[in-house]
């Protein structure tokens, strides 16, 4: 059973900066695809950040330049860096692993950034 488990949100002020983890259980994680997903409160689910098995990477337009992602497999984990936060990327971010069978989702964790 493939389990991901999110860490590092919190609160900060506007042009900080936090490191999002999600840990995964499980034998999927080098040979999958990462991303890195947020909900805003009233907003549909959109996708923030991909890194591939081969570590190509995905940003959308929003956060390009100020997020990085990027993976250690060797300790099954993906991190999502976030510079010069602002109020907009306040919301609940989730990682996720999907392929043929399979769409997995961690519980997510809360950033708020205030102005």
């Known amino acids: 059973q493939v389990q991901l488990v999110e860490s590092g949100g919190g609160l900060v002020q506007a042009g900080g900066s936090l490191r999002l983890s999600c840990a995964a259980s499980g034998t999927i994680f080098s040979s999958n695809a990462m991303d890195w997903y947020r909900q805003a409160p009233g907003k549909q689910r959109e996708l923030v950040a991909r890194?591939?098995?081969?570590?190509?990477?995905y940003y959308t337009d929003s956060v390009k330049g100020r997020f990085t992602i990027s993976r250690d497999n060797a300790k099954n984990t993906v991190y999502l860096d976030m510079n010069s936060l602002k109020a907009e990327d306040t919301a609940v971010y989730y990682c996720?692993?999907?392929?043929?069978?399979?769409?997995?989702w961690g519980q997510g964790t809360q950033v708020t950034v205030s102005s």
């Open positions: 890194i591939t098995s081969g570590g190509s990477t």
């Open positions: 996720n692993a999907r392929g043929p069978g399979y769409d997995h």
